[in-house]
């Protein structure tokens, strides 16, 4: 069994992207500058934010954080999208969600311009990534196939089970998986709340995605001995063995399911590095893309 | 077995849709327009666009046949198109696919403007899908959906295998059986050319989409008994018992598949008149969603 490794892999695309930055600052190019709004206290959400920050320092990236309490209307954060949306000194942005229930985390997606939807939410770039054409992709999609691809993992011809079926994981990375692209030409399962047999499904995939966010979820005799398993889930436990009184817990029961893999992702330092080395590569994309 | 009637289940549509159109008249509401670019002479395309415009008087919609020689540019067909995206008299158009190999066919789906993309081949109208936000489904995948529906199919917790994955049928419909819709909600297997053993997987089929464009391609012991087969194929193959000397040839060999099924399409006369049909639906829904 081999840890797939998203910590170290997204170091080393944070490496080329630091060497991307220092040519563009030689040639008199913009610097990629990344925005993200976050809404309220979450401690998971906070997390994520910061680290996204961090990236675009240590990359050499521009960055603005902007935060609203959870009591922003709907409409004042509409507004804020609107403006970063046409503020050329910014090239991409994000809104982190989940969003306060009164939000509608769709609609403040679709607002995005695509053009600086560098997280890949909105449909415009959802309907690229189906028909193969430019745009940005989904970032813990794109982070999960970049880390098979930096990784050697063949994925053509190789049948991959997606577990969950959510907007931002399940269902666009089963698309990506399925392109005739290299990595792709998986033949893929899409599974959820409503699939039968999920074990005997399951057992014949050569890789597993793992995204419903039940810890611990994907057992030993659901995956057949060399199956690869990335494990997306990211939930909070409650661990009073740790200073802060909580752990991260993956979809997937690690200490059973690892010894039969030929390669599984560690939960954290898996999946989350690679989403947020996506993030950056899309922003530089964004730049790029504008040939500025 | 019983035959999915595709040619009676779009008649019932049609009537529905004609009464629409009568409820309109009566209310002084604008009627459907459809325009439909036909370019060149090739046989099947001449008489899908035939198809098309009948469908129309039928129902009382307003059609438009714009033919071109396959010797217009790119460009020309692009400057039409736009001309159409800016027509207030027309509520929804479409390209008639294949095209001529010099005129890029994703350039000129991009160029329809996704509210009047009554095919469904817009990104944004796939990415709309994708997020089960409004939109127009792609015609061919929403007319399986509305065949199955209409014939009592349930479709909730099915495993479905859908066997090519080309952007205006397999790809899509992989998408749209697989939300979190009813109908939908099926556990999704998207099979194409690189898939290994796909006679295993197509004998766990609950329901197969078989669109690859094979004459003949899935055979009996590829399915299981009591399988709903929809076959999406429509190859034109040599016939010389016919007086036209071809013939509509499935990709499915329905002969020794069909005794196994619980339901199965007939080609002609199954899919092919409900893509006409959702062609129909999404035009009444273009101009119902501009609120005239």
């Given at each position: 069994m081999q840890l797939l490794d998203g910590k170290k892999t997204a170091a080393s695309i944070r490496e080329e992207?630091?060497?991307?930055?220092?040519?563009?600052?030689e040639n008199?190019?913009?610097?990629?500058?990344?925005?993200?709004?976050?809404?309220?206290?979450?401690?998971?959400?906070?997390?994520?934010?910061?680290?996204?920050?961090?990236?675009?320092?240590?990359i050499g990236f521009e960055s603005t954080l902007i935060r609203y309490d959870d009591t922003i209307t709907e409409e004042e954060l509409l507004r804020k999208i609107n403006e970063l949306n046409n503020d050329d000194a910014i090239d991409g942005f994000i809104v982190q969600l989940p969003l306060p229930k009164?939000?509608?985390?769709?609609?403040?997606?679709?607002?995005?311009?695509?053009?600086?939807d560098v997280?890949?939410?909105?449909?415009?770039?959802?309907?690229?990534?189906?028909?193969?054409?430019?745009?940005?992709?989904?970032?813990?999609?794109?982070?999960?196939?970049?880390?098979?691809?930096?990784?050697?993992?063949?994925?053509?011809?190789?049948?991959?089970v997606v577990i969950g079926r959510s907007n931002i994981v399940g269902s666009p990375v089963s698309i990506l998986l399925a392109r005739n692209t290299n990595p792709g030409n998986c033949t893929v399962t899409l599974t959820h709340s409503r699939t039968k047999n999920l074990t005997e499904i399951c057992q014949q995939a050569d890789i597993i995605v793992a995204a419903i966010g039940k810890p611990g979820y994907v057992k030993a005799e659901m995956v057949k001995e060399g199956a690869v398993v990335?494990?997306?889930?990211?939930?909070?436990?409650?661990?009073p063995s740790r200073e802060r009184g909580w752990r991260l817990c993956?979809?997937?029961?690690?200490?059973?399911?690892?010894?039969?893999?030929?390669?599984?992702?560690?939960?954290?330092?898996?999946?989350?590095p690679m989403t947020?080395?996506?993030?950056?590569?899309?922003t530089l994309?964004?730049?790029?893309?504008?040939?500025?």
């Amino acid at each position: 069994m081999q840890l797939l490794d998203g910590k170290k892999t997204a170091a080393s695309i944070r490496e080329e992207l630091t060497l991307a930055v220092k040519n563009r600052k030689e040639n008199g190019q913009k610097i990629p500058h990344l925005a993200a709004i976050l809404v309220g206290n979450d401690g998971g959400s906070m997390t994520y934010v910061n680290a996204k920050v961090k990236a675009c320092e240590e990359i050499g990236f521009e960055s603005t954080l902007i935060r609203y309490d959870d009591t922003i209307t709907e409409e004042e954060l509409l507004r804020k999208i609107n403006e970063l949306n046409n503020d050329d000194a910014i090239d991409g942005f994000i809104v982190q969600l989940p969003l306060p229930k009164h939000i509608n985390e769709l609609k403040v997606t679709q607002a995005v311009d695509p053009t600086k939807d560098v997280d890949g939410f909105h449909p415009q770039n959802l309907g690229n990534m189906v028909l193969n054409l430019p745009g940005f992709l989904p970032a813990t999609p794109a982070g999960i196939v970049e880390l098979l691809k930096r990784n050697n993992i063949e994925t053509s011809g190789k049948h991959c089970v997606v577990i969950g079926r959510s907007n931002i994981v399940g269902s666009p990375v089963s698309i990506l998986l399925a392109r005739n692209t290299n990595p792709g030409n998986c033949t893929v399962t899409l599974t959820h709340s409503r699939t039968k047999n999920l074990t005997e499904i399951c057992q014949q995939a050569d890789i597993i995605v793992a995204a419903i966010g039940k810890p611990g979820y994907v057992k030993a005799e659901m995956v057949k001995e060399g199956a690869v398993v990335v494990d997306v889930g990211t939930t909070r436990v409650d661990d009073p063995s740790r200073e802060r009184g909580w752990r991260l817990c993956g979809d997937v029961d690690f200490e059973n399911v690892a010894p039969k893999c030929s390669f599984i992702t560690p939960v954290p330092g898996g999946v989350g590095p690679m989403t947020i080395a996506s993030l950056m590569i899309n922003t530089l994309r964004a730049v790029e893309l504008k040939g500025l």
